[in-house]
């Protein structure tokens, strides 16, 4: 069913009576850019692409400087970032294309689900990419109310797949549209959610489609920053970041809000100077080097999170945990959840540790676990790069103290044999508890 851009419905799932308000509890926003790499804004060292909003939300509020995606890649990031799973546990490949026959399953528990039976209302603007071929796997039916965007990726359109649709629900509002409107049309919706919305408790999901190529940047936005249309992109979604930030403080609610920001995984090195940069960090998308998954990630929370650089070692996962425990809930204990509660992280009276810093770093359409880190310790058991590079031809146990050595270039496995040993068996014993546990679909 084709429907005018101009005319689009609210869509919304029945759920049980909301709960009375806590005024405690927040709202949950979490702004999710794709390829977006860790040296591509202001704050992070780009010396040409101005982020204003995004330099100031990382100034007020905290910047994590040791956060993980879940995957370098798309759909496993985003599977991860919504269920608070290792993407292993998901039974797809890392990307979905548009006949995948897989999906999210539909016994998996999403961050909207948990957060709707916390009387949450819940909307997503921008990229699923967890399945579409099913409308089992679509937002509305894994607890979203209202969803407007893409599928899949951007890049997934004519010649070499079908025409795209830009969705609204399970229903089609336009095929193949223009995408410079995109990143207006998300951040629209999302500040017009945010005014209709601002008497209950809500959760918006707004992943953005850029700047993952093809590059589109609105009218408004082309030719304004010195690194071409890549810079275009990103200096949009920063004017995008600061409406969302303005309307949440033009409706009162900054303070009850908190806002997260954070990229899906590392820059499309393979696009060139259409892709982004990973700083100092090596390689980028597609591997498990720095590059690849440690991406930016600002929290803001005015009056709740003061400003400070927290150099703790997170995931994607933990957003997961996390935002079901600030809003009073429960995490699922009927299955893994990987991911861990990092409140006291945020808070300003206690930063109690509360986690073991172990992520692993899992690669590749079977989501093969490539390299762990603990602490300063970063264990590569194989590496891969996109850009075809060994940068390690003689060797493929690798050890990197990554505090002294964020780059990953000096290998110091000979050196250091008792940790080359401990963590090996991280990797041994996590792969078996990956094989035992399998995924919904293993079960199905």
Known sequence: MKKNW???PILSMA?????AQNKERPNIIIIYPDDLGYGDIGITGHPDIKTPNLDRMALDGMRFTNYYSASPASSASRYSLLTGRYP???GFRWVLNPDSEKGIHPTELTLAEMLKKQGYTTAIY????????KKEYLPLQNGFDEYIGFPYSNDMIPPKHPDIALMCGNDTLEVNPDQSKLTALYT??????IKKHRKEK??????????HTPLHPGKNFIGKSKRGAYGDAVEEIDWGVGEILQALKEEGLDENTIVWFMSDNGPWLLQKEAGGSAGL???GKGSTWEGGMRVPCFVQWPKHIQSEINENIVNAMDVYATCIKLADGDIPTDRVVDGQNITSYLTK??????KEDVPFFYYGIDNQLMAVRKNSWKLHVKTYSQLGFDYFPEKQILLFNLYNDPSEKYDLSDKYPDIVKELTQLIEKQNKADRAEGSFFDKK
């Open 6 to 8: 101009l005319y689009i």
């Open 15 to 19: 759920f049980s009576p909301a709960i």
């Open 88 to 90: 292993i546990r998901s």
């Open 126 to 133: 921008g990229k699923w990419h967890l399945g579409s071929t």
């Open 188 to 193: 629209e919706k999302t500040v017009s959610f």
């Open 202 to 211: 809500f959760f918006i999901y707004v992943p953005y489609a850029m700047p």
């Open 281 to 283: 960090f090596r390689d």
């Open 349 to 354: 009276k206690n930063k109690v540790k509360e």
